[in-house]
């Protein structure tokens, strides 16, 4: 796999972090396949190869949204060496997959998230002073885990009472915040302050001054919703979805959700307006004399 690949998913596309480590396993995963199947150059790689590779995956137990990602990685791929002229035809161009299953996103019930902010649940120390803001950014602004991993200081702006978001394709943009948070937030940086010197510029940092890494966040989420709530997943989408869920209940307007989760088109946005149907289902069945 030529560098010059991943150079142009980082400086091009301007995908994450996260985002091009998948890309690279799905790749290196690929190129094994090929050597079981003594295939040893990937540029002579076949649109059967790709029929039969996306079959062996799906002999894996894997999911159809996995199976989806895994072929786009190696569509990207063979696109950009097809630009490059080093094959003439893309081979996964016209791969066909298995319809994608349409999972409904997971989110925290209003009175689990009562209990998910109570303030004795986090110790009065650096430690939780951070957590505690993280997870309210988190369910009070809906962003993706990388996209808080990625806050700097200066992206609180507390005479505006916004914080600028860098999303996707390095798109920004500002989500507000209520005035509590504000000064939650001058606490917490203050504190940091005291405690740590001449550290990175990021936000929200480790106990040893480092910037934050995503397992890290995925551990302080799952510690914290996995003591108020039986979800299967709890990981800092969950709130996100949460956010969502909760923000179209209350009658916030589609497209206004869309802004403030970053969403490039609508479509992504609309999900969230099935699990708000099926509650209004329920509360129709419940309520109406005739259900």
């Known amino acids: 796999m030529p560098k010059a690949f991943f150079e142009h998913l980082v400086f091009e596309k ?13 790749l290196i995963q690929f190129e094994q396949f090929c050597k079981d199947q003594k295939i040893n150059n990937l540029l002579s790689v076949t649109s059967k190869d790709i029929r039969r590779w996306i079959i062996f995956l799906l002999t894996q137990n894997l999911n159809s949204v996995t199976v989806h990602r895994k072929l786009s ?7 950009f060496i097809q630009r490059e002229g080093l094959i003439k035809d893309n081979p996964a161009a016209e791969a066909i997959l298995p319809k994608k299953q349409k999972k409904l996103p997971q989110f925290i019930k209003e009175n689990e998230v009562d209990a998910l902010f109570d303030d004795t649940f986090f ?98 989420v799952n510690y914290y919703v996995s003591r108020i709530a039986t979800l299967q997943k709890r990981s800092p989408h969950v709130l996100r979805h949460t956010f969502a869920t909760q923000m179209l209940n209350s009658g ?40």
């Not at 990685?73 to 696109?79: F, I, R, T, V």
């Not at 802004?259 to 069945?285: M, V």
């Open 14 to 26: 301007h995908l994450s972090k996260h985002t091009i480590a998948a890309y690279k396993t799905d």
């Open 73 to 79: 990685s190696l569509k990207s791929y063979y696109n």
């Open 123 to 220: 110790s009065n120390d650096f430690e939780g002073l951070r957590d505690q803001n993280i997870l309210h950014l988190f369910y009070l602004t809906g962003m993706r885990r990388q996209e808080l991993i990625d806050l700097n200081i200066h992206d609180v702006d507390f005479s505006r009472g916004v914080i600028t978001v860098t999303g996707k394709r390095n798109k920004m943009r500002s989500v507000p915040l209520p005035v509590w948070l504000l000064d939650q937030l001058k606490e917490y940086i203050n504190f940091r302050k005291k405690h740590f010197s001449d550290g990175p510029d990021n936000l929200f940092i480790t106990l040893k001054n480092k910037q934050l890494y995503a397992k890290l966040v995925y551990r302080i």
């Open 252 to 291: 916030a307007d589609l497209n206004a959700i869309k802004e403030l989760l970053g969403h490039a088109n609508l479509a992504a946005t609309e999900i969230y307006t099935h699990n708000s149907f099926q509650k209004l289902k329920n509360t129709y069945n419940q309520a109406h004399p005739r259900a």
